[in-house]
Every structure is written in structure tokens, then in C-alpha cells.
């Protein structure tokens, strides 16, 4: 059993800055890339950043510059510094790990519960 679980959503300002944090427990064997969704009120969800366990990032153009992804590998644990938010910014967050539950398994994804992320204007 894996459990990925989020937290540090909330609400807040324009150009305010929140953290969220996803920490991986249960049967994990070794984590592979972790990275952050996320969904707003009728749309698809869509890729935030991505980090793999050698450190290599990737984020979606509308929020570099302003959101770092960083991984704490000793604590199964991936984190979201988004800076300067923006109302656009508003969905749910999820957070998505690609892990192996034992050597002689492949890796699959695993989702988090998802945490709202409410930027006000």
C-alpha cells in the first residue's frame, strides 16, 4: 500500500506565495520522478513541474519563473514553492509520484488527494 500525501493549499493574495508539500509512505521500493497536477473547474489537468530523482526539473511555461519543485529523496518527499500567484493559478493541486513497490516490479503512478490552491484578486 502507497499513500502520497499533500499538503499546504490554501488561500491567498495576488502575487502571495504558498508551499505544498507531498510526502510518499507505504511500500516503496524506489521512487522515481515526482511532480506536481494540476486541475481547475472545468479543464483538463495539466503538468505544474516535474523532478526526477537525480534533480533534473521541467515546468510548464506559465509558471516558470515563478514555481520551484525540489525533493527531499531521504524523505519521499517533493515540494511546490509557488511565488507571485496569480488568480489563473487557482485548482486543485495534485501531486504524482512514478514508483516501484519491490525490485521485480515495474513502476506505476500513484496520486495524492489533491489540495485547493485559491488565488484571490
Known amino acids: 500500500q502507497v499513500q502520497l500525501v499533500e499538503s499546504g493549499g490554501g488561500l491567498v493574495q495576488t502575487g502571495g506565495s504558498l508551499r505544498l508539500s507531498c510526502a510518499a509512505s507505504?511500500?516503496?521500493?524506489?521512487?522515481?520522478?515526482m511532480g506536481w497536477y494540476r486541475q481547475a473547474p472545468g479543464k483538463q489537468r495539466e503538468l505544474v513541474a516535474a523532478?526526477?530523482?537525480?534533480?533534473?526539473?521541467n515546468y510548464a511555461g506559465s509558471v516558470k519563473g515563478r514555481f520551484t519543485i525540489s525533493r527531499d529523496n531521504a524523505k519521499n518527499t517533493v515540494y511546490l514553492q509557488m511565488n507571485s500567484l496569480k488568480p489563473e493559478d487557482t485548482a486543485v493541486y495534485y501531486c504524482?509520484?512514478?514508483?516501484?513497490?519491490?525490485?521485480?516490479?515495474?513502476?506505476?503512478?500513484?496520486w495524492g488527494q489533491g489540495t485547493q490552491v485559491t488565488v484571490s484578486s
Open positions: 504524482n509520484a512514478d514508483l516501484r513497490t519491490a525490485p521485480y516490479l515495474g513502476s506505476r503512478g500513484y
Open positions: 507505504g511500500s516503496i521500493f524506489m521512487i522515481n520522478a
Open positions: 523532478i526526477t530523482s537525480g534533480g533534473s526539473t
